[in-house]
């Protein structure tokens, strides 16, 4: 039992003091990681982020990212970023229904980093609408980001 809580305290000082320039090969021009949530509606996602933040927090359990009430009625609209830690953001994603090429088509696009932060998640069935969202994006100034891929299923 107390080996269990010493390594959670180690991977929980791992994380925060988690930092790109100190990586085998420096930042190689990124400073921020991304965990770029993914799922299905309902899956824990909005969760999975608050649970992350009290964790490392350490302090009471606060809801940041709003939780659906059952997973037919999801909450989640917006890719909305959640700071972790200095260098680690938590995205929240909108949950996807049938993952077809419209939302597939929304998937690849963030994970090019091609689509701002904190906007609504709308699966275009235009080819042309969302060829100008990520043409608007590139004249925004976009930080460098990492994104890792997190697919939470339940
Ligand atoms: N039992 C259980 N329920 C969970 C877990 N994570 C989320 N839920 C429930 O699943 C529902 C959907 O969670 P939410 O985080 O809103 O899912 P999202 O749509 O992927 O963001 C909520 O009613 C949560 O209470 C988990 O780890 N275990
Ligand atoms: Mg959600």
Known sequence: MHKISMDSLAMRD????????????????????????FGYAGHGKSCFINSCKYVVDDGPYKVYAKVAKTENAPETMIRKAYKLTDTITL???????????????????????????????????????????VLNAETQDQSMDLIVPVFVYR
């Open 14 to 37: 791992y994380i925060k003091n988690f930092s790109l320039d100190n990586c085998p090969h420096g930042n190689q021009g990124y400073n921020r990681v991304l965990l770029q949530l």
């Open 91 to 133: 995205v929240d994603n909108r949950g996807c229904v049938i993952i077809d090429k419209y939302e597939t088509g929304e998937i690849y696009a963030q994970l090019g980093n091609f689509l701002p932060l904190d906007t609504e998640v709308k699966w275009h069935s235009k080819f042309n609408d969302m060829l100008n969202i």
